[in-house]
């Protein structure tokens, strides 16, 4: 598998995926990507707080947390 971090994310172009909890904060956003160059994988943050950093994940991960909508 490739080192999802050592990939540069500068310019891509995220995608806001909404649902769940509505409590005071409102409704549970993040922000997803696919990582260029890598198959099957993603950068994924916090849509409230997008300069807190991204997290990585292969597509597999992510349909296996529940995310079937990638």
Known sequence: MN???ARDLTGIAFTRMC???TGEE????VELAPI???DDAFALRDSKNPDAGTLRF???ELRTAGMTTI
């Not at 409102?26 to 956003?29: L, P, Q, R, T």
Request: contains cysteine.
């Open 36 to 38: 260029p160059g890598v």
């Open 3 to 5: 080192d999802l971090y």
């Open 26 to 29: 409102g409704e549970a956003c």
């Open 19 to 21: 649902g769940g909890n």
């Open 58 to 60: 292969s597509g597999s």
